[in-house]
């Protein structure tokens, strides 16, 4: 419903334009309220997670990733005041992001400007961020030892706990391959604590896979997996696709959702972001943005 209605309110170009710019640099609003909240997040020494106010860190890191390829496509398609501002929440939303200490996010993150770049042939502003945010590892200790386990992923008790419930999840999934167990947490949950039982092996908690595929694979099957994966496919190849019908800053701001897209995916095979209302209504409205495009062709209407 949210896709709808979002998509209806944009079939307008100038809604449309509205509604990026305020996707992309409201969230840096969000970055300063929380290093105000609690400034102490900037002492890295500490290692104090930035999440407020969104319910967790990993959830804030999951909406930065999605949000700063906007940000960074209003500052290579905009001029001027509109420019600064991106130039200003971007920052901010960057440094929140690195405080999250969402090690997916980073992923999904560094995936979608690489992408954005390559789409763009903008090297000189992705080589400027990418070297920011290398130089900030390399002096700052604690983002070197968290970054430095996804290299020796045997040392982090966080990430072997990942592995063991996305290998139950696989497991549960393969024992219900064409529909799963059940759309929804209190299924997953259910099915994984009956395999347990069965395999006499203690399982303390569980609320997700922390993996968006083999989440959906449990729970609704191959049927539900290939169904996501052709909307994402889908969803990537319409908007490169409508690149070629749009002038400059409307085709900057089209790779821009196209790299906030892929950011999403990245940062899925470390998360699940539908049991969240911020990523997930982020991400219909993306879904929205991208259909409702007045120039984009064959694009659904109301």
Not at 20 to 46: C, K, M, T
Not at 70 to 88: D, F, N, P, T
Not at 129 to 157: E, H, K, N, S
Request: glycine share 8%.
């Amino acid at each position: 419903m949210h896709y709808l209605m979002i998509l209806d309110f944009c079939s307008d170009q100038k809604r449309w334009r509205v509604i990026f710019h305020l996707l992309a640099l409201l969230p840096g609003l969000l970055a300063v309220r929380g290093i105000l909240y609690d400034p102490l997040v900037l002492e890295l020494d500490q290692m104090r997670r930035f999440g407020y106010p969104l319910p967790h860190p990993n959830i804030a890191g999951y909406l930065f990733a999605m949000t700063l390829p906007l940000c960074l496509a209003i500052a290579v398609g905009e001029r001027g005041r509109m420019r600064a501002l991106s130039l200003l929440s971007g920052g901010a939303q960057l440094l929140a992001l690195i405080l999250t200490y969402s090690r997916g996010s980073w992923l999904g993150w560094c995936a979608s400007i690489v992408s954005f770049g390559v789409m763009l042939k903008r090297w000189r502003e992705i080589w400027v961020i990418l070297t920011v945010v290398g130089l900030l590892l390399t002096f700052a200790t604690p983002l070197q030892q968290r970054l430095f386990t996804l290299v020796r992923p045997q040392t982090d008790f966080s990430i072997n706990d990942r592995i063991q419930s996305m290998e139950a999840g696989l497991k549960l999934g393969l024992e219900h391959p064409v529909l799963g167990v059940g759309y929804g947490r209190g299924q997953l949950r259910a099915g994984l604590r009956e395999q347990h039982e069965n395999a006499a092996t203690e399982y303390t908690h569980i609320a997700h896979t922390h993996n968006m595929y083999v989440e959906l694979f449990a729970q609704t099957g191959l049927l539900g997996l290939g169904a996501f994966l052709w909307l994402l496919c889908h969803t990537l190849s319409r908007t490169f696709g409508a690149t070629g019908h749009l002038d400059d800053a409307s085709r900057v701001f089209q790779l821009g959702i196209a790299a906030a897209w892929i950011a999403f995916a990245v940062t899925g095979l470390g998360d699940v972001p539908f049991y969240h209302h911020e990523i997930r209504i982020l991400f219909f409205t993306l879904l929205a943005l991208n259909d409702s495009h007045p120039t984009v062709p064959n694009s659904p209407r109301i």
